[in-house]
C-alpha cells in the first residue's frame, strides 16, 4: 500500500491541476438568467434599487437579479478575487481609479447604446457631460456608465462653530491656512488628546482629496507626457510641511488613527466641526439625524485653497461606474446593460433619495439638481477639478502617497526624505506600466 | 527488523485498514495545503497579474532577485523578525509562568484556564476590534497607564508612533494567545509524576528548587513545542497588523511579511511577485520547523 501512496499523490495533484484553472460557467443561451449584482453598502440606494429590481423582473419574466451589497472598503478585494477566479459578478461598480484596471485587462463588456436606451454611441455619450465618459472609453468603445459623479467640499456644523465663539457664516475657512488656524480655535483637548476635531483629512483617500492640494501649489501627480511621477519638488515639500505641522507632532489637529470625520458628523455629538465629503452626505444626515439635517445647522464651502497658490484647483471627482463582466454570455450581458440602463433612467429619484449625482446634462440643469441644498457649491467646484487620477497602478500610488504622509505625520521623517523616497517609487512603479 | 522481512497477513492488513483511514487526510492535505505551495512556486517564477487574460511571462528567479535587493522586502523581514522576538519570548516566558502559578492554586483552577483561554477562542477580526476601541487616544488604554503614571491627558499614541504600534500589535497577539499555551503547559506540568515532587520535598526541597530541578527539565520537550509553535504563529501574523492599518496605523512600522504579501498579490495584482515572497516566508518557516524536529528528537525525557 506504501507504494500506491506516492502514484496516488500524483495522481490527486494532477487531476487537481487538470480542473484548477476551471472558466466561468457560461449560461445556457435558452432559459432563465439569474444576473449577479454587486455593490457597495448605501441604504438610501438599496431600497429604490430593490424596487428598480421588482419592476425590472416584473417586465422582463426570466430574468432574475441578486443584489449583494459590500462594504465599500472591501468590495475592491472580492471584486478583484472574484474576477482573478473567473466568477465575477455580472454587474459591480467601484470608483473609477479601482476599476480601470478591469478595462485595461479586457475584462469588461462594451456598452450596447440600444441595451440602455439609446440609438447609439453618439447619442449616449451626448447624454452625458463632457468628459465624464473619458475614464471608461477605450479604442473608441465604453466599458461603464457612471452611477455618480461625486467631488467633496467642506461641511461644516454650526452648532459647533457657534459654541466657540465664531459666526459660521464668515468665519469658515477658505484657505488651507484658515483651515489649520479656526481648527486650532475650534478643537477641544484633554491634555494632548483631541476630544473634539475642527477639521480632519479624508484618510486614505489621498488620490482625491490631497492630491488636489499639491496642485494648487504648482505641482502633479504625473506629468502632461506620462512618464515622470511626482512634479514639482517645492509644491509637494510645501504640502508635506502643511501634513507635518497638522499631525500629532506638529500643532496635533488631527491625525489618521482618529476615526473619520465623516462618521461623527451626521449626529452632531460635539465631537467634530468640519468634514470632507459629497453631496450624498446630505441624505445620510437626514436619516441618522433628521432633526440635525431640518434645523439648518450644517452647511457646505467649497474646497479651501492655498493662499499663496499657483492654480485654483478643487478637489478631484471621481465616478462609480456601472460595469459589466465580459466573460459571460452575450445574452447575459445584453440583460445585464438593459437593466443598468433601466437603473439609470431614474436619475432624478438618484439624486433626491440618495444625493448621488448621475452627470447627464439632463439632470445637471434640472430644476431638482439646482433645487438640491447646496448643489451650486459642488457644481462650481467640479468645474475647478478634474477626475482622479486613474491608471493600472492608481492603488499602489494613492499608497505610495499614503506611506509619505504618514511617515512626515506620525513617523517624524523630514518632509525632503518623504518627498524623495516619494519619488523614486511612484517613477519605479510609472516605469513598471 | 529488516525492510524486507515478509510481512504476515494479519499485520498487512491492518497496514492496509490504516492507510485507507489516513487517505482522506492525505487527500486533503494533498488538495487544499501541498498543491498551493507546488502552485505558488510554480506561479513565483513568472511576471503575472492577477486581472490579466495573457499567459503569464517567465522570468525565472527574478521575482526572488527583485525581492532581495528591495528596501520595502527588508523592512518587512525586519518588522517580521521584531514583531516575532517581541511577542514569542514574553509569550513563552509568561505562559509557563501562569501554568506554574495556576497548576499550584488550589481553587479557581478552571476558571482560571477558562479566562486566559477565551481570547484565544475569538476571530481575529474581533479581536483586533475590540483593541481598536481601546487604542484610540480617547480609549482605556490612555486612560489606564495615564492612571497608573499619573501623566493626565497624554497621548501615547497607540497607532501613531512607529514603536507604540508595534507594541501595540504584539499586546495583542500576546493578550489572545497566551491561554492557549497555557493550557499546554498545564498539560505539560499534569504529566510529571507528584511522586518526584513528594520525594523531592523529604529531601527538604524549596518550591524553587522544585521548580528549577524537577518542573523545568521535565517540560523541556514541552518548552520547546511551545516555542516553535509560538514562533511559527508569529511568522504568520496578519489581521492585527492589516486591521490596524486599515482603521489609520501607519503601515511601515507592521508591514509584516504575510500583509506584504496580501498587499502586492491583492492590491498591486503582481501574484508572481506575491508568490516569491511566500515561498521566502515558506522557506523561513521550514527551517524552523526542521529545528523543532532536530530538537525535540534529542530532548526525550523519561521518569
Known amino acids: ?433 | 527488523m529488516s525492510r524486507h522481512h515478509a510481512s504476515s497477513p494479519l499485520k498487512r492488513h491492518q497496514d492496509r485498514w490504516g492507510m485507507i483511514f489516513v487517505l482522506p487526510a492525505i487527500l486533503f492535505f494533498s488538495l487544499f495545503s501541498f498543491y498551493p505551495i507546488i502552485n505558488a512556486l510554480f506561479t513565483s517564477l513568472f511576471r503575472k497579474k492577477v486581472l490579466s487574460l495573457k499567459p503569464p511571462t517567465f522570468i525565472g528567479l527574478e521575482n526572488y532577485h527583485y525581492l532581495l535587493t528591495s528596501a520595502d522586502f527588508w523592512n518587512s523581514i525586519r518588522a517580521t523578525i521584531v514583531f516575532t522576538l517581541g511577542t514569542f519570548i514574553p509569550l513563552l516566558v509568561a505562559s509557563l509562568i501562569l501554568a506554574v502559578l495556576i497548576t499550584q492554586m488550589r481553587r479557581g483552577q478552571k476558571f482560571l484556564q477558562m479566562a486566559y483561554y477565551s481570547p484565544a477562542v475569538l476571530s481575529s477580526v474581533v479581536a483586533a476590534a475590540i483593541w481598536l476601541l481601546i487604542f484610540d487616544p480617547r480609549g482605556l488604554a490612555n486612560q489606564w497607564v495615564n492612571f497608573v503614571m499619573n501623566t493626565p491627558g497624554v497621548d501615547h499614541k497607540w497607532f501613531a508612533d512607529a514603536t507604540m504600534v508595534q507594541m501595540a500589535t504584539m499586546l495583542v497577539y500576546f493578550w489572545k494567545y497566551v491561554g492557549y499555551f497555557v493550557i499546554i503547559f498545564i498539560s505539560g506540568i499534569a504529566s510529571i509524576p507528584p511522586t518526584l515532587y513528594e520525594a523531592a520535598r523529604i529531601d527538604g526541597s524549596s518550591s524553587w528548587q522544585s521548580f528549577w530541578r524537577i518542573t523545568l527539565p521535565l517540560l523541556r520537550p514541552t518548552v520547546v513545542l511551545v516555542s516553535i509553535m509560538s514562533m511559527l504563529q508569529c511568522l504568520k501574523t496578519f489581521s492585527t497588523q492589516y486591521l490596524f492599518t486599515q482603521s489609520g496605523a501607519p503601515q511601515g512600522p507592521i508591514n509584516v511579511i504575510t500583509m506584504n504579501i496580501y498587499n502586492t498579490g491583492i492590491r498591486d495584482q503582481r501574484i508572481g511577485r506575491a508568490s516569491a515572497m511566500s515561498i521566502i516566508l515558506f522557506a523561513i518557516m521550514l527551517f524552523f520547523t526542521w529545528l523543532q524536529f532536530s530538537t525535540s528528537k534529542s530532548d526525550e525525557v523519561s521518569y
Open chain 1, 1 to 433: 500500500m506504501k507504494r500506491l501512496l506516492l502514484p496516488l499523490l500524483i495522481c490527486t495533484l494532477v487531476s487537481v491541476s487538470l480542473f484548477a484553472n476551471g472558466g466561468q460557467e457560461q449560461a445556457a443561451e435558452e432559459g432563465p438568467i439569474e444576473l449577479v449584482f454587486w455593490t457597495h453598502e448605501d441604504p438610501n440606494r438599496t431600497v429604490i434599487e430593490e424596487r428598480y429590481i421588482q419592476e425590472f423582473e416584473a417586465a422582463n419574466p426570466g430574468i432574475t437579479i441578486k443584489r449583494v451589497t459590500h462594504s465599500s472598503t472591501k468590495i475592491q478585494e472580492l471584486v478583484l478575487t472574484a474576477f482573478a477566479a473567473n466568477q465575477g459578478p455580472d454587474i459591480f461598480n467601484m470608483s473609477i481609479e479601482d476599476e480601470y484596471a478591469y478595462i485595461a485587462n479586457g475584462r469588461l463588456s462594451p456598452v450596447d447604446p440600444k441595451a440602455v436606451g439609446y440609438d447609439n454611441l453618439t447619442a449616449l455619450k451626448d447624454a452625458y457631460i463632457p468628459k465624464v465618459l473619458d475614464p471608461v472609453t477605450m479604442d473608441g468603445k465604453i466599458y461603464g456608465l457612471p452611477l455618480e459623479l461625486t467631488n467633496w467640499c467642506i461641511y461644516i456644523n454650526k452648532n459647533v462653530f457657534r459654541d466657540a465663539g465664531l459666526d459660521p457664516e464668515t468665519d469658515y475657512p477658505k484657505t488651507w491656512e484658515e483651515v489649520a488656524d479656526v481648527s486650532e480655535k475650534l478643537i477641544i483637548r484633554n491634555g494632548d488628546i483631541i476630544t473634539r476635531r475642527g477639521f480632519d483629512f479624508r484618510y486614505p483617500y489621498y488620490l482625491v482629496s490631497m492630491v488636489p492640494m499639491v496642485e494648487q501649489l504648482g505641482g502633479k501627480l504625473i506629468s502632461d507626457d506620462g512618464k515622470t511621477a511626482i512634479v514639482g519638488e517645492e509644491a509637494w515639500i510645501e504640502f508635506l510641511n502643511y501634513m507635518k505641522a497638522w499631525g500629532p507632532n506638529g500643532r496635533n489637529l488631527g491625525a489618521p488613527t482618529y476615526k473619520n470625520a465623516r462618521k461623527l458628523f451626521n449626529y452632531d455629538n460635539n465631537d467634530i466641526a468640519m468634514a470632507m465629503t459629497g453631496l450624498y452626505q446630505q441624505g445620510r444626515i437626514k436619516a441618522d439625524d433628521p432633526e440635525f439635517y431640518d434645523s439648518g445647522n450644517w452647511m457646505v464651502v467649497p474646497y479651501p485653497q492655498f493662499a499663496n497658490a499657483k492654480n485654483e484647483v478643487a478637489g478631484c471627482y471621481y465616478g462609480h461606474y456601472y460595469m459589466v463582466n465580459g466573460q459571460t454570455s452575450s445574452r447575459r450581458q445584453e440583460a445585464a446593460w438593459n437593466f443598468i440602463g433601466y437603473m439609470l433612467g431614474h436619475g432624478e429619484e438618484y439624486l433626491t433619495t440618495v444625493n448621488i449625482i448621475q452627470p447627464t446634462k439632463k439632470l445637471m440643469e434640472s430644476e431638482t439638481f439646482k433645487n438640491m441644498p447646496y448643489s451650486s457649491v459642488f457644481s462650481n467646484d467640479m468645474e475647478k477639478g478634474h477626475i482622479v487620477y486613474y491608471g493600472e497602478n492608481s492603488a499602489k500610488m494613492q499608497e505610495l502617497i499614503k506611506q509619505a504622509v504618514e511617515s512626515v505625520m506620525l513617523s517624524g521623517v523630514s518632509s525632503e526624505k518623504a518627498y524623495a523616497t516619494l519619488k523614486a517609487e511612484a517613477q519605479e512603479l510609472l516605469d513598471e506600466e
